[in-house]
């Protein structure tokens, strides 16, 4: 099922009685963009870069590949990472991402292929991650690809993604086919130790001159289902 929102209300230190109020806002709409909700027009009006800050501190602070502590109290980053450790399913946004929290953008999205997630850095942070849906890809091009299996190499014998689903995608402007199929499977079964499979979604158009309806392609999605049998012996341990 879907992950619920965050309800915390608020965080009190009970020796200092310092409020971390800030704090629980970051991480509720955090939660939020993890989960592509939609926000109302008021709580939009209300993000500002501390919100930005605060996540991005936690998260270099829970990244072992950063060696970076940040100074907020220990319980704080406690709730962060129990909260981390949680996730097992993320749905991105990118239109949202783009359009309503571009600080988070920055965290989430390559810094050279705007509609590319970094996959390899979700699985860094949230180790019980099993799938991701990606929503409005559209175009991707050879680069975008290559880049994509490249973070799936990185990611051999790491987490626990099983699934990667890429909502709307057209392969140079062109809904995905048999073609592409062809093209890519191979490469990300040997190098990515994945299948790709095309999911489609028709719309009936009637035909004034036939007087008959048309099936046309509107929309495919591309599904790549991580093979953890098709690992090293090793690295399918590992795994576990």
């Given at each position: 099922?879907?992950?619920?929102?965050?309800?915390?209300?608020g965080?009190?230190?009970?020796?200092?009685?310092?409020?971390?109020?800030?704090?629980?806002?970051?991480?509720?709409?955090?939660?939020?963009?993890?989960?592509?909700h939609?926000?109302?027009?008021h709580t939009?009006?209300t993000?500002?870069?501390?919100?930005?800050?605060?996540?991005?501190c936690?998260?270099?602070?829970?990244?072992?590949?950063?060696?970076?502590?940040?100074?907020?109290?220990?319980?704080v980053?406690?709730?962060?990472?129990t909260?981390?450790?949680?996730?097992k399913q993320?749905?991105?946004?990118?239109?949202m991402?783009?359009?309503?929290?571009?600080?988070?953008?920055?965290?989430?999205?390559?810094?050279?292929?705007?509609?590319?997630?970094?996959?390899?850095?979700?699985?860094r942070i949230?180790?019980?991650?099993?799938?991701?849906?990606?929503?409005?890809?559209?175009?991707?091009?050879?680069?975008?690809?290559?880049?994509l299996?490249?973070?799936?190499?990185?990611?051999?014998?790491k987490?626990?993604?099983v699934?990667?689903?890429?909502?709307?995608?057209?392969?140079?402007?062109?809904?995905?086919?048999?073609q592409?199929?062809?093209k890519y499977?191979?490469?990300?079964?040997?190098?990515?130790?994945?299948?790709?499979?095309?999911?489609?979604?028709?719309?009936?158009i009637?035909?004034?001159?036939?007087?008959?309806?048309?099936?046309h392609?509107?929309?495919?999605?591309?599904?790549?289902?991580?093979?953890?049998?098709?690992?090293?012996?090793?690295?399918?341990?590992?795994?576990?």
């Amino acid at each position: 099922g879907t992950q619920s929102r965050v309800q915390i209300n608020g965080i009190r230190h009970i020796d200092t009685s310092e409020v971390f109020n800030a704090h629980v806002k970051a991480f509720a709409l955090f939660s939020d963009v993890l989960q592509a909700h939609e926000l109302t027009a008021h709580t939009k009006s209300t993000i500002t870069e501390c919100d930005y800050y605060i996540v991005e501190c936690c998260l270099r602070h829970l990244d072992r590949q950063k060696k970076y502590k940040n100074k907020f109290p220990k319980f704080v980053n406690r709730l962060f990472k129990t909260f981390c450790k949680s996730v097992k399913q993320v749905r991105l946004s990118l239109q949202m991402l783009q359009n309503d929290y571009p600080g988070f953008a920055k965290i989430l999205l390559s810094s050279k292929i705007p509609n590319l997630v970094s996959v390899h850095y979700l699985i860094r942070i949230f180790h019980q991650l099993k799938r991701i849906t990606i929503d409005d890809v559209h175009n991707v091009s050879d680069t975008y690809l290559h880049t994509l299996i490249a973070m799936f190499e990185r990611m051999e014998g790491k987490g626990a993604l099983v699934k990667l689903t890429l909502h709307n995608v057209r392969y140079n402007h062109e809904c995905l086919d048999s073609q592409f199929l062809s093209k890519y499977s191979v490469q990300f079964r040997q190098r990515a130790y994945a299948k790709i499979s095309i999911e489609t979604k028709h719309r009936l158009i009637f035909n004034e001159h036939t007087k008959t309806y048309i099936q046309h392609v509107e929309q495919t999605d591309l599904i790549i289902v991580r093979n953890t049998m098709m690992l090293p012996l090793q690295k399918h341990h590992s795994l576990k």
